[in-house]
């Protein structure tokens, strides 16, 4: 089945190959990063003249990031992209990375579960992909320590994308497009999976969200946030809610894991979580905790869509320790999980405040044309109305954030630059 399989791939490619138009990698680094004398990108952003409390505490609003993978070059990049959003990738010719992780919904796809080949449901949430450079743990349960080896799990899972590594080394080796691409791409003459697994992750390292309205209030513009968001990062950051002591700031997320006690949807038994794949029965129920950047594109919420709304979400917090942990479970409980009593307005204050930290400044451009000749991959039709890919040619040029935040960031422009 997979050997006629890779022949249809193969034939529909190559029946395509004519209408496309040549592919050329760019030259030039994605708006985030910049291109250093070496021709490597590397992150630029104001947080890199702060101090990193990373792992240190909660710290203020100019705190450093903590450590970030990047130094892939522009071609690199760019062929990570073409790749990511191509369902050649997967068993069927029908779902792509970008299925599941769609710039239109933050890097996500708005399912509860989500679906892979054949229309398989998958045992968890798609999470959103904005900043995964930054982190040290991934997946849901934090079983992954590099971008390259959780990449490997939906490429080969059955229920995910369904390839194998032979068939899909086969597919990328016999598409003439790619083979050029990677060959620009790598400087070498042989295709392997492991420039494969690279491109990829030079692409989604290159997903920065870190120029919201929340960041420009972080780097001195005080009326970035009106008066009800900046009482919701009062409520955010107080002693009494404590969110910022988990989702910690810049990137809104300390990266360990926390058992919550989140209720299942309809009648689903406890998912084990973190205490599955690690054997720490202390982390049974425990899921790592998600940055909240873009979280207002991600609902539903949690590792499952259990909640519908950030203010359900923000609301179970309230609802007393251990109030949906299912009878029988002895879970143990983040000491951070209590019952703060936040009043309706604080809530709707707090979520207010959520919302600042949406920032598709730098969405990724979505290519018209694939190597394979098939559509992206998309868990959304169209993106929101006024939410359009930056242009990717662009090295240095930090006016090509998105028109809605332009007045705010010049401002942000106007202040003293600490970095060159």
Same mark, same amino acid.
């Given at each position: ?18 209408? +496309? ?22 992150? /630029? ?9 990373? *792992?240190?505490? #909660? ?30 990738? &997967?068993?069927?010719?029908? #779902? ?13 796809? *708005?399912?509860?579960? &989500?679906? *892979? ?7 968890? &949430? ?11 743990? +991934? ?9 390259? =080896? ?84 009062? #409520? ?16 809104? &997320?300390?990266?360990?894991?926390? #058992? ?24 049974? *129920? ?17 590792? =499952? ?30 000491? /951070? ?23 598709? =400044? ?59």
């Amino acid at each position: 089945m997979r050997i006629l399989l890779f022949l249809w791939l193969t034939l529909t490619a190559a029946s395509s190959a004519t209408a +496309l138009e040549p592919f050329e990698l760019s030259t030039f680094c994605p708006p985030a990063l910049r291109l250093d004398e070496t021709g490597h990108c590397k992150l /630029h952003s104001q947080y890199l003249a702060y101090d990193s409390l990373y *792992g240190k505490g #909660v710290g203020g609003p100019k705190t450093g990031l903590p450590p970030v993978r990047d130094g892939f070059t522009p071609q690199q990049i760019d062929l990570g992209r073409y790749l990511f959003f191509d369902p050649l990738l &997967s068993q069927n010719g029908e #779902v792509a990375c970008s299925t599941c992780h769609d710039p239109a919904l933050g890097l996500s796809d *708005g399912k509860r579960l &989500s679906i *892979g080949v054949q229309g398989t449901e998958i045992a968890r &949430s798609a999470p959103s992909l904005w900043n995964v450079a930054f982190l040290q743990k +991934l997946l849901w349960d934090g079983s992954k320590k590099s971008l390259e =080896a959780q990449l490997q799990g939906p490429l080969y899972a059955d229920n995910e994308m369904g390839n194998d590594p032979v068939t899909l080394l086969a597919t990328l080796q016999s598409n003439a497009a790619y083979a050029a691409m990677f060959k620009a791409a790598f400087e070498e003459d042989s295709l392997t999976l492991d420039q494969v697994y690279t491109a990829l992750v030079a692409f989604e390292s290159s997903l920065i969200s870190l120029n919201s309205r929340y960041d420009l209030y972080a780097h001195g513009v005080h009326d970035a946030l009106n008066p009800q968001e900046k009482q919701g990062l009062n #409520v955010f950051r107080s002693f009494v809610a404590r969110c910022a002591e988990c989702h910690t700031p810049p990137l809104f &997320s300390n990266q360990q894991i926390a #058992v919550l006690g989140v209720p299942e949807r309809n009648g689903r038994p406890l998912d084990p979580g973190a205490g599955a794949s690690s054997g720490d029965t202390s982390q049974r *129920g425990g899921f790592k905790v998600p940055s909240l950047r873009n979280v207002a594109l991600t609902a539903p919420y949690m590792h =499952a869509g259990n909640f519908d709304s950030l203010r359900e979400a923000a609301a179970f917090y309230t609802g007393g320790r251990g109030h949906a942990v299912p009878e029988g479970e002895d879970l143990r409980l983040h000491w /951070h999980i209590w019952n703060p009593e936040l009043t309706d307005d604080e809530l709707d204050r707090l979520v207010d405040f959520l919302h600042t930290l949406t920032d598709q =400044a730098f969405l990724p451009e979505i290519p018209n044309q694939l190597p394979s000749g098939l559509p992206p991959g998309r868990a959304a039709r169209l993106a929101p109305e006024g939410k359009t890919a930056l242009h990717r040619h662009s090295n240095n040029n930090t006016q090509s954030a998105a028109q809605t935040a332009a007045p705010l960031a010049a401002q942000l422009r106007a202040q003293p630059k600490a970095l060159p």
